[in-house]
């Protein structure tokens, strides 16, 4: 390892350069998410400039999350590049120290910026856009969260019998679904009848459903302006599944999935981010090093734009494949485990055989 002195100062360039440039997207985003709202803004009444503000700036922390990997690696090839530009990486080596022990330092803090990113920033981020959803609601007048989930399909039981449900659209934080079909069966799993309704609210034991026609065997069908439909599901655990999963806070993730499987839903998307955000310290060691495969050119020798589009080439491929296999993971073709610490695993083995193949031959 390099000594303290020399591996503090190399953690924080990189600290300072990894907020930088992740400080200066966030105010990219914020700038433009304010622009758009204040064009939303000119649409509706009592909605001025200081409230569009504060609302893009409830909404631009959720936003930013997603752009944390690429600061990581835009952050670290500056760093680097910065380094070997003014020689000091070439000091470095010439006095033994390695391109591994100069690492250290850079892993060390992307670790450190994917623990604190998902254990603090995620849950304020996701609690934020909570906040900016209920306020945009009451600013522009429009239910909260609508069609937050569409195809949505719930199973349930009663002492009557059985009953699958499918609702085109789901409203976010409430238990009001739309254009909703179930498929009633008895006890012993016979067809009863079938019900469409333009929209369904879950009360404590039925559901309460508007516009509703009952279809039934042998029977004309009936038409209802109001109808209700036995359930044992209770009302928090609907609510709740109905969230989408990048607004839950990490730490709710497990109480949210189990309570989604409860309700008779699929639970897959919630589990899935759960290890996306596991994961996530070893996605910013992979950028650290895909970074360095890239960067440790000696600066004189030319070839430093090639060398940052290869680096941004290699950051856009691992953001691919992590967007490939989280759609895998979340449609369940492949497991969630996998789907999430597979890209940040094999992206952090490729850059170590790059830089085998470069510091060691």
Do not use: C
């Not at 690429?70 to 500056?78: D, K, Q, S």
């Not at 090093?289 to 000696?298: E, I, M, N, Q």
């Not at 296999?325 to 369940?332: F, K, N, P, R, W």
């Amino acid at each position: 390892m390099v000594g303290a002195t020399f591996g503090g100062y190399l953690a924080i360039r990189f600290v300072r350069t990894i907020l930088g440039v992740f400080l200066t997207v966030f105010v990219l985003v914020y700038v433009l998410d304010f622009v758009e709202g204040l064009r939303q803004a000119g649409d509706a009444e009592n909605v001025g400039a200081a409230e569009m503000a504060l609302l893009s700036l409830l909404r631009t922390p959720a936003v930013a999350e997603q752009v944390l990997p690429f600061a990581v690696l835009f952050g670290a090839m500056i760093t680097l590049l910065n380094l070997s530009r003014k020689l000091e990486l070439v000091v470095a080596r010439a006095s033994g120290v390695s391109a591994w022990q100069f690492l250290a330092p850079g892993v060390l803090v992307a670790v450190v910026i994917g623990l604190f990113a998902v254990l603090v920033y995620n849950p304020l981020a996701s609690t934020l856009k909570q906040q900016a959803s209920a306020w945009e609601a009451q600013l522009f007048a429009r239910p909260e969260g609508l069609a937050a989930s569409r195809n949505v399909w719930i199973r349930q039981r009663s002492p009557e019998g059985t009953a699958i449900i499918r609702a085109e659209g789901a409203v976010e934080g409430s238990t009001r679904v739309a254009r909703l079909t179930a498929f009633v069966f008895d006890r012993e799993g016979r067809f009863v009848e079938r019900i469409e309704a333009r929209e369904g609210m879950l009360r404590e034991g039925f559901w309460e459903l508007t516009d509703a026609r009952v279809t039934a065997l042998d029977v004309e069908p009936q038409s209802y302006a109001r109808y209700q439909l036995a359930s044992s599901l209770a009302p928090d655990q609907l609510r709740t599944s109905f969230t989408p999963p990048d607004s839950v806070p990490f730490w709710a993730l497990d109480d949210i999935a189990e309570s989604t499987e409860r309700a008779g839903l699929d639970a897959t998307r919630y589990r899935l981010q759960r290890e996306a955000l596991m994961a996530r310290p070893l996605l910013f060691v992979a950028m650290i090093l895909v970074a360095a495969s890239v960067s440790l050119r000696f600066f004189r020798f030319g070839g430093v734009g090639q060398m940052v589009l290869g680096g941004v080439a290699a950051g856009f491929l691992l953001y691919v494949a992590t967007e490939l296999m989280e759609d895998l993971g979340g449609s369940g073709l492949v497991g969630t485990t996998l789907a999430a610490w597979f890209p940040a695993a094999v992206g952090s083995l490729l850059g170590v055989l790059v830089l085998l193949h470069k510091e060691d031959g």
